[in-house]
């Protein structure tokens, strides 16, 4: 995104997010949002249709990173999750 103009701070979610730091990304959204269905963990417990609980999912993103939807961008208290080139466009207004 940096086409449009936006500065941005990169931060390797490879290397992993510990629970304390996904309550304060995840904040008062819906932590759903936050599990890739694309994981193999995901689609192996059936996530869609029984999500673990938020404690439980927090500590299942801190262990597997890949399970955190990806890419995310803050921008203040706004955040744009996966791939959304209209809400990204948005966002960096």
């Not at 931060?11 to 309550?23: K, P, Q, T």
């Not at 936050?34 to 801190?62: G, I, Q, T, W």
Request: charged share 30%; hydrophobic share 40%.
């Amino acid at each position: 995104m940096l086409d449009e103009g936006a500065e941005l701070d990169l931060i390797d979610l490879n290397r992993g997010l510990s629970a304390e730091e996904l309550e304060t990304l995840i904040g008062g959204r819906d932590y759903r949002l936050f599990l890739n269905p694309r994981n193999v963990l995901y689609r192996e417990r059936d996530m869609k249709n029984h999500p673990p609980s938020r404690p439980e999912a927090l500590r299942l993103m801190a262990a597997n990173p890949n399970l955190i939807k990806r890419p995310i961008v803050v921008k203040g208290k706004s955040l744009v999750l996966g791939f959304d080139p209209e809400a990204l466009s948005e966002l960096l207004k």
